[in-house]
């Protein structure tokens, strides 16, 4: 029973995309009387719902869904951002008496939302100068940059991945201090919080993104950014680059085949599930549970459970 003294837990579902997360995130929230959090960076921006896998309103068993649909695809938010929007939502839901589920791919924004995680200031015009390189000389000529400067970080950050090694820049060039230092810990900012990730083999996550990314191919992804190009989806500095959208840009613009945008978008969803995999097998909070594991959601049940017998546990030693 959930009190002022003892709120609902925080469950995050964590995984690689397409393993199966969402399927978990629902059943947990049935089982738990909880609401859905959007931890997807990607899912935030109205009108990106193929590409993204957003589930429809009709697919999710009436349960409520924050931080959906929340920008335009020309707006820009920062993880800091993300962060309040998060935290705000999840205060709400156990005002209410319900238990926060959380579930995304983003290993950023997930522990933004759980650990201790302050963030360094931003200067619009370092920004500006450093999106302005990577447009010309590509992120992995700023990966190498960032290398020289803070190896560390440059470990931990792809050497795809622009919208980060930015960041990254920006913060060294604004602190003096490695970027690496400013990167939360691995301690829950909020005890009663918990990790269940879903476990995938690699053979088969590669084929269900095979078959995922067909599938958005078939269900109008083209159609879908033809529509955000007319509302301005390469002026956005973040939605632009989303896996899918941008080669689906490309074949709009009579730069590669509709067969090779869709094979590029496969190759560069199995890349970014084995960095996703990566991400959370470091943090060995996670409670891992195997995709196709019929017991799959007792398990997550029990996890949760055990949080919170230890939670009673120590309430009853303070008295």
Partial sequence: MAT???????????????SGKTGLSLDLAEALGGEIVNTDAMQ????MDVGTAKL?????RGITHHLLDRLDVTQTATVADFQAWARDAIA??????????????SALYTRAVLDRFEFPGTDESVRRELEAELEAIGPP??????????ADAAAKIGPDNGRRIVR??????????????????????????????????????????????????DDGLVEEVERLLDEGLERGQTAR?????????????????????????????????RRQDGWFRKDPRVVWVRFDDEGRVRKALDAVG??????????????
């Fill in 306 to 319: 055990v949080l919170d017998r230890s939670d009673l546990a120590e309430q009853a030693g303070a008295n």
């Fill in 4 to 18: 002022e003294a003892n709120p609902r837990a925080i469950v995050a579902i964590v995984g690689a995309t397409a």
């Fill in 168 to 217: 990254a820049l920006e913060v060294i060039a604004l602190t003096g201090r490695p970027y690496s230092a400013s990167l939360p810990t691995p301690t829950y900012d909020d005890p009663r919080s918990l990790q269940i990730g879903v476990d995938i083999d690699r053979p088969t996550l590669d084929a269900r993104i095979g078959t995922r990314v067909r599938e958005m191919y």
């Fill in 141 to 150: 000529a700023l990966h190498r940059r960032l290398s020289a400067l803070d």
């Fill in 241 to 273: 680059r989303a896996i899918g959208y941008r080669e689906a840009t490309q074949f709009l613009h009579g730069e590669i085949s509709r067969d090779e945008a869709l094979a590029r978008t496969q190759a560069a969803t199995r890349r970014f599930a």
């Fill in 56 to 60: 429809p309103p009709s697919q999710r």
């Fill in 44 to 47: 935030l921006y109205r009108g």
């Fill in 92 to 105: 709400d839901i156990r005002d209410r008496g319900h238990a926060p589920v959380l579930v995304g791919g």
